[in-house]
């Protein structure tokens, strides 16, 4: 039987150069015929010779080794880090993808024989990685955090969809392709796990609670009806104790109002018999009193009559006598006071007109006083002033007069003893025109003294000066 040929090999050539092959025939056998497969999983993959018409070309390929492609399958660690989701969120995945070259399917095989012929399974893996790569980034960008989360076959179906039909074009199948992580460095899977984990530990308290709740509740129904059938118990031995009590009161209230009945009527017979004693002292004592009232009564009606003879009688006449006296030192404070008021109002009456007329006097002194001073003004002044200065010489030395003891102190000059306290009484007297002429305006140094001894002010007006 002729060996048949290669589909694979022949649909290539019928792409390069237009035409089929050169079928074989049992004298020159096709190098296009399919291999089995090695131990290694490897098949060739020869293409057809570009010049098959040419001899040479043809030997030199015969003498050539066979080029082999790989179909084993090839895990491949899918890593995307650090890429922005939908909501700009950056998490890093890591998926386990399985893939091969479909050696089963001619399209496919022809077209991996075309990308991957002479590339090693590393550089074949990386190809493809490098695709899936891509297409999981892609997916993740128009995916949120939480659908990758919390749907993950979602997400692997649509990188398995998505790769398989850019894959399948090279010749490659996706056999797999499975989530295997999901991390970010933000910790947003972390907070989102957070809450999840709150709430089934708060669904697990409140179950827990509710567990205990309705534990408790059996716990308390079953020591309610526990206590109920203890209090039950309990009553009914009340009920039997009372109903022996009052049983046993009502016997001893039986026996004790009888005693009691016994001991009253032995009392009540005592009392009456007291009674009866005691209405008759009572009765004599009743008319021992009226007999000592009656006389009592008599006495008293002997006194009174005793008292108007020796008391009421010179009483009133002594009332009489000290009334009559009373009225006549009456009138004669009258007559009295009326006296002394008389004696009074006429003695005020010439003190007054006295009064008046030293007034008048002393008001005409005064207006010739006022007229001189008009006259006289400066000069008048002065002789007044002058005539009060003894007075003052003698009111500044009054209170040595009184003085018991004087102690100078001396600081070693200057006089000591009685002309030290001339000296300062001097000199007081000496500031005096300064203050009086502060005071009045007027100054007594104008005032010209003459050899004789009178005192010539600068008005020419003559004042005597008393020494």
């Known amino acids: 039987m002729p060996p048949r040929p290669c589909p694979v090999l022949s649909s290539t050539f019928q792409l390069y150069f237009g035409h089929q092959p050169p079928q074989p025939t049992a004298s020159r056998p096709s190098r296009f015929l399919p291999e089995p497969p090695s131990h290694g999983g490897w098949r060739s993959c020869l293409c057809p010779p570009l010049h098959p018409a040419n001899p040479e070309v043809g030997e030199r390929r015969t003498k050539e080794r066979e080029p082999l492609i790989s179909l084993n399958t090839l895990t491949l660690n ?88 850019d894959l399948v074009n090279m010749g490659i199948s996706v056999v797999s392709y499975t989530l295997k992580d999901i991390h970010d460095d933000q910790d ?49 031995m009340a009920k039997a104790q009372r109903d022996y009590e009052l049983k046993k009161a009502a016997y001893d209230i039986e026996v004790n109002t009888r005693r009691a009945q016994a001991d009253l009527a032995y009392q009540l017979q005592v009392a009456k018999t007291k009674q009866q004693i005691e209405e008759q002292r009572v009765q004599v004592q009743v008319v021992e009193r009226a007999q000592q009232v009656a ?9 009174e009559k ?26 004669q404070l009258i007559m009295q006071a009326e006296a002394e008021a008389e004696s009074v109002r006429m003695r005020g009456e010439a003190e007054a007109f006295a ?33 009060k200065l003894p007075q003052v010489a003698e009111e500044i030395s009054g209170p040595l007069t009184s003085a018991k003891k004087i102690t100078l102190v001396s600081s070693g000059s200057g006089t000591m003893g009685a002309a030290k306290v001339t000296g300062e009484v001097l000199d007081i007297l000496s500031r ?36």
Do not use: W
């Open 295 to 303: 006389v009592q009564e008599q006495e008293i009606a002997r006194r």
């Open 355 to 387: 009064i008046g007329a030293r007034a008048r006097a002393e008001a005409e002194q005064m207006a010739k006083k006022a007229e001189a001073f008009q006259l006289y003004q400066e000069a008048a002044q002065l002789d007044m002033l002058l005539e």
């Open 78 to 165: 899918v890593k995307s880090e650090k890429v922005y989701t939908r909501h700009g969120v950056p998490i890093s995945v890591t998926g386990i993808a399985q893939v091969k070259i479909q050696g089963q399917n001619k399209e496919m095989l022809a077209a991996a024989c075309q990308m991957f012929l002479g590339k090693t399974e590393a550089e074949i893996a990386h190809i493809a990685l490098e695709t899936l790569e891509g297409h999981q980034r892609a997916i993740m960008a128009h995916m949120t955090v939480e659908e990758i989360y919390k749907d993950r076959q979602k997400f692997s179906e649509q990188v398995f969809k998505v790769a398989s039909s």
């Open 432 to 467: 005096l025109p300064e203050s009086v002429e502060r005071l009045t305006g007027v100054s007594i140094s104008q005032v010209r003294v003459s050899r004789e001894g009178a005192v010539e002010p600068s008005c020419q007006i003559p004042v005597h000066v008393t020494e």
């Open 306 to 331: 005793e008292l108007e003879a020796r008391v009421r009688k010179p009483a009133e006449a002594e009332r009489y006598k000290l009334e009559r006296l009373a009225a006549a030192e009456k009138s």
């Open 188 to 236: 947003y899977l972390h907070s989102l796990g957070k809450a999840r984990t709150a709430q089934v530990q708060k669904d697990a308290r409140i179950g827990e609670a509710e567990a205990k709740r309705d534990a408790g509740i059996r716990e308390a129904k079953a020591k309610q009806e526990k206590v109920s059938a203890q209090y039950l118990s309990e009553i009914e």
